[in-house]
């Protein structure tokens, strides 16, 4: 029997099931209130993606559980959302990145930092954040005090042009 494989596939689940934090689906999922349906040993259950992704490469599956599916919130039509993030090249895993939510309708708003060695972090005044009365930069410092300046400067222009995107309209 011939196996083919492609070096370059891979699943949305098994991306989260991963759980490395430079992984666009870790914070895209995260930052637009997904949740994680499990299926194990001692039957179903739900969990949101910011309490199933523990840490780098740590999630919250027990012992033979698996992802049986990936729940995204439907949003109002005025929601609108965006993600930037540094790489050296297409298709690498991100250096920083940033997964920005606004949804004024059903009022939920989400500007999150990502691909700091952990799992995705709320940064504060999300929605001051998105309208511009908020400084980014002075959100990812309190936010990541454990990144070093310079992580956390590459961070901050992530997220700010995270946030340009989603006032743009552009493709982020």
Not at 21 to 41: C, E, K, N
Request: include cysteine.
């Amino acid at each position: 029997m011939k196996r083919l494989r492609n070096e370059r596939q891979a699943t949305i689940g098994g991306s989260i099931a991963h759980a490395d934090p430079a992984a666009d689906w870790v914070a895209t999922m995260t930052g637009l209130g997904a949740s994680v349906r499990i299926l194990g040993p001692q039957g179903p259950r739900e969990l949101p993606m910011a309490e199933f992704v523990t840490g780098a490469l740590s999630t919250a599956l027990e012992p033979g559980e698996i992802i049986t599916a990936l729940r995204v919130p439907r949003r109002s039509p005025q929601a609108r959302w965006s993600y930037w993030k540094f790489c050296r090249k297409t298709g690498e895993f991100a250096k920083a990145s940033a997964c920005v939510l606004a949804d004024p309708e059903k009022g939920d708003y989400r500007v999150l930092a990502a691909a700091i060695e952990r799992a995705p972090v709320a940064l504060p005044d999300p929605q001051g954040l998105i309208e511009g009365t908020a400084d980014p930069r002075g959100a990812v410092e309190a936010a990541l005090p454990f990144l070093s300046p310079e992580r956390r400067a590459l961070q901050a222009t992530a997220t700010i042009r995270a946030l340009d995107a989603l006032k743009s309209g552009a493709a982020a």
